[in-house]
């Protein structure tokens, strides 16, 4: 007896499709595996210097040596005023650049005549070595934390800015168009369109601006300034306790990765239409 495809079961009709291995691992596992492999290149690290010597530890501190840095770092106390500076000049930089970034993209995106006006000079800005402005920015803002104030807030400025002026420029123009011819305003076209759209690439720029930002915080503190991690870094090294350099080095690489991943985390739980991509 034959069965009709007409019969047959809609399941047997749907072309069968593959899931890898590594997109069936729940999150517990992927944090294991991860675990894992920091585990070994530790343990690699500790046997390559430590016990086979083959780099001196003064220029390659073993991690034994680097968590006995911070945890010094953490008794003395010294660890928190420079961590206290760095996290008041970041935060305000990074939020000052964030805002900036958000408001000039949206403006810029959304009119194509100040877009071909301003692109020139934006792209000419940003060509621009934003770390050579280090000396003059010292004779702009003093000594105190303005200077590095200010390279985080070009650091995260720019990242911001350019992902949220591609993300209005991607917008599809036959949906506004169709939304007008249903009445919709102004207002509500860019609430309820060109915003959800522009979104994903808002989150990307100030991802990448938490990176950015940060490189823009060390090098600002490494050259002239008295307080902040990369001022302890500049200190430490000069004294060589490098294995102290190494956990502040590593404290912000930390800093970074954690900031990055918890704006993931929040991303995704206020914009459910991205799914489980990353973004």
Known sequence: MTTSTAEAPASALRPATRTSWVQ????????????AE?????AL???IVTVLALVSPVFLPPPSRIVQ?????????ELWPHLGSSTTAYVIGYLLGAAAGVTLGLIIGGSSLIYKLSTPIIWSLYATP???????????FGFAAGPII????I???????LN???GVQTVNRSVINAARVFGASRVEVFRKIALPSTFPYVLTGLRHAVVIGMIGLIVGELTGASTGLGALITLKTSTFKTGQAFAVIILTIIWTVGLSQLMNHIAKSRSPWLGRKEI
């Open 38 to 42: 920091v585990l070994i290149v530790l």
């Open 24 to 35: 069936r691992l729940t999150g517990r596992q992927r944090a294991a595996i991860v675990t």
């Open 164 to 166: 949220t002026i591609a």
């Open 150 to 153: 200010f390279l985080v807030f």
């Open 45 to 47: 690290w500790e046997v």
């Open 155 to 161: 650091a995260s400025f720019y990242p911001v800015l």
């Open 130 to 140: 934003w770390i050579a402005l280090r000396p003059l920015a010292t004779v702009w």
């Open 69 to 77: 840095g911070f945890a010094d770092l953490v008794t003395t106390g």
